[in-house]
């Protein structure tokens, strides 16, 4: 059944206030996930986000014969993938779940074959995967594409061989696929252009507290020496498989406040991983604190305006184009022109259509970029998510707005942040969920 929420807008008034626990990161725990294949005993992780692309990508595994334990929080974890019976990667799952492409390098290594279809693109893309199909050919693979839209990847008799890659465009997936396919091949690889998000370092930091020998994640060049399965040592601190805290998540909450708190605090953060934003909010007049831990938004003086601010996604630690389209709300209100350039996905800025019905004032010069006329009121309207973050800057849009909104296909918002409606209404925002009729 199909579900839409409904967001009974403040107009613009302050009416939030309190605080939220930030969950694990959506774009750790997959990686987290899909590299319990390269472990030879179960993988225990826990602050897994109890979100639907989760449950996706448990779903592929579990089909492919791998045995799942979740605890009653849902949020603790053990995958054991010894039980694993094909190198087949669900085709029905994987084409909606483009994530599942970090799977075909574990299962590459581990067992010297992988087949999958086209993770489909999105509306943020086209999403391609030439850089995967060229770093399995360094590293000695052979590559067929049947007619039935299937690649079929085989590694060479004695493993997958240690390889240089060199991204032409930093990718995330593209840089986690090929640290854990590189950790079981034989001798070293050496990944250039790699991406350098949080979430790398944190998946790097892990598979070495089991085993593996990868230098240099978060850096744009990591050396991956390879070896053995990988086996979770309990002695090691549990912290090392306690999934980072979600900074997407984060930043998208911190916007909210920005906009309409009295105070709200964000705890079990990592500041430091948002330095971007908050360097920017900062600059737009927005009163920030942070803690080792936490990040408070406090309302600015009676009167104060925030002004415009020209941003342009970059690969981390730039401005994360994840959060993009909440930040586009912000400058909705913010006085003056700010020009949106989104570098990384040429769809992503196509939801900004709906944000003009509401009221904004944002023109879009090419598929890259747009300008936002700062300083609009925004009414309530009926909108559909075109995708997870995106959905969650219409909840934002909704809670600033005058009057009523309904935001269908939140299946979309479930993607990615769990329980999003309840923790938004413990900070006093009006939102219900609804079932479609
Ligand atoms: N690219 C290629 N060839 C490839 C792979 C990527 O040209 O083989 C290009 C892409 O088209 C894009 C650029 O490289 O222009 C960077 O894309 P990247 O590969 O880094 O994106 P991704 O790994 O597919 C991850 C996140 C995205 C996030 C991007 C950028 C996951 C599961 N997804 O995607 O998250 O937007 O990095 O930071 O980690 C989301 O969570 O909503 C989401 C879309």
């Known amino acids: 059944m199909t579900q839409y929420f409904s967001i009974e807008g403040s107009g613009g008034k302050r009416t939030l206030s309190g605080s939220i626990a930030i969950f694990g990161a959506k774009n750790a725990?997959?990686?987290?996930?899909a590299a319990s294949i390269l472990y030879k005993n179960p993988l225990t992780l826990t602050n897994v986000p109890n979100i639907e692309d989760v449950l996706r990508i448990t779903e592929v595994l579990t089909e492919m014969g791998a045995t799942i334990i979740r605890d009653q929080s849902m949020r603790s974890f053990t995958v054991d993938t010894n039980t694993m019976s094909t190198t087949t990667i669900?085709?029905?799952?994987?084409?909606?779940?483009?994530a599942s492409i970090v799977l075909t390098g574990p299962l590459l290594a581990r067992n010297g074959h992988v087949r999958f279809p086209h993770p489909g693109g999105c509306v943020i893309g086209e999403r391609p995967i030439d850089l995967f199909i060229e770093g399995y050919t360094k590293m000695g693979a052979t590559i067929t594409h049947d007619e039935e839209g299937f690649y079929d990847i085989r590694s060479p008799k004695d493993g997958l061989h240690g390889a240089e890659i060199?991204?032409?465009?930093?990718?995330?997936?593209?840089?986690?696929?090929?640290?854990?396919?590189?950790?079981?091949?034989?001798?070293?690889?050496?990944?250039?252009?790699?991406?350098?998000?949080?979430?790398?370092?944190?998946?790097?930091?892990?598979?070495?507290?089991?085993?593996?020998?990868?230098?240099g994640a978060g850096t744009p060049t990591i050396t991956i020496h390879g070896g053995e399965l990988l086996a979770q040592d309990k002695a090691i601190s549990k912290e090392r498989f306690h999934v980072v805290p979600d900074r997407i998540e984060t930043g998208s909450f911190l916007v909210l406040g920005a906009l309409l708190a009295k105070e709200l605090t964000l705890t079990d953060v990592v500041p430091e991983h948002l330095e971007s934003l908050i360097e920017l909010l900062t600059y737009a007049g927005v009163n920030i604190e942070q803690t080792a831990n936490t990040i408070t938004v406090r309302a600015p003086e009676e009167g104060a305006v925030f002004r415009?601010?020209?941003?342009?996604?970059?690969?981390?630690?730039?401005?994360?184009?994840?959060?993009?389209?909440?930040l586009m709300i912000f400058?909705?209100?913010?006085?003056?022109?700010?020009?949106?350039?989104?570098?990384?996905?040429?769809?992503?800025?196509?939801?900004?259509?709906?944000?003009?019905?509401?009221?904004?004032?944002?023109?879009?010069?090419?598929?890259?970029?747009v300008l936002v006329h700062g300083g609009t009121s925004l009414r309530g309207k009926q909108l559909e998510s075109p995708d997870l973050r995106a959905g969650l800057a219409y909840i934002i849009a909704a809670a600033i707005a005058e009057g009523a909104s309904e935001i269908?296909?939140?299946?979309?918002?479930?993607?990615?942040?769990?329980?999003?409606?309840?923790?938004?209404?413990?900070?006093?925002?009006?939102?219900?969920?609804h079932e479609e009729k």
């Open 90 to 98: 669900t085709p029905e799952i994987a084409k909606r779940l483009r």
């Open 29 to 33: 725990a997959l990686k987290a996930i």
């Open 166 to 215: 060199f991204f032409r465009v930093a990718s995330v997936t593209g840089t986690e696929t090929f640290m854990m396919a590189a950790t079981l091949a034989k001798g070293t690889t050496v990944i250039k252009n790699a991406a350098m998000e949080p979430e790398i370092k944190w998946l790097a930091t892990m598979l070495n507290a089991s085993g593996a020998h990868i230098e």
């Open 408 to 433: 269908h296909n939140i299946y979309f918002v479930d993607r990615g942040y769990e329980a999003v409606e309840e923790r938004l209404r413990a900070i006093g925002l009006s939102i219900v969920r």
């Open 308 to 326: 415009a601010v020209n941003v342009r996604t970059h690969e981390y630690p730039g401005f994360p184009t994840d959060l993009q389209a909440p």
């Open 331 to 369: 400058l909705t209100q913010a006085q003056g022109e700010s020009l949106v350039f989104e570098t990384i996905f040429e769809g992503r800025l196509n939801y900004t259509e709906a944000l003009n019905r509401m009221g904004a004032n944002i023109t879009m010069m090419d598929p890259h970029r």
